[in-house]
């Protein structure tokens, strides 16, 4: 399923992020894969704490609540780091390092709509 991500000034963050709800997919979510392309992200729901183990490039995470909410950013996490734990957090935007999340701040809400 692909999603669209805009911030609530209408602005769009991306049109092709991926969901991973399934167990497998939130798992795996994006291990191994050389690049994030044709991707703007991924989208893991129910997660509060993310693992960068097998990956091969740096990502920036964006820990959302269920109203949509930023509660927390890491910026440019290495591959083989864990992120911290936010109790809050529902669900995480997995997104290329350095792109997204120097747009963004922590209060902001965000719009997820679905594409297909």
């Given at each position: 399923?692909?999603?669209k991500i805009q911030r609530e000034n209408g602005e769009i963050l991306g049109l092709h992020f991926i969901q991973a709800s399934s167990l497998k997919d939130r798992?795996?979510?994006l291990m191994f894969r050389k690049e994030l392309a044709p991707y703007d992200g991924m989208l893991i729901e129910n997660c509060k704490s993310v693992h960068t183990f097998f990956m091969r490039f740096k990502i920036d995470l964006i820990f959302l609540n269920d109203d949509?909410?930023?509660i927390k950013i890491v910026r440019n996490i290495s591959p083989y780091r864990l992120s911290g734990f936010?109790?809050?957090?529902?669900r995480v935007l997995e997104v290329k390092g350095n792109t997204l999340?120097?747009?963004l701040t922590v209060g902001e809400k965000l719009e997820i709509s679905c594409l297909s």
């Open positions: 399923m692909e999603l798992m795996q979510g949509g909410i930023i936010y109790f809050s957090a529902t999340s120097n747009l």
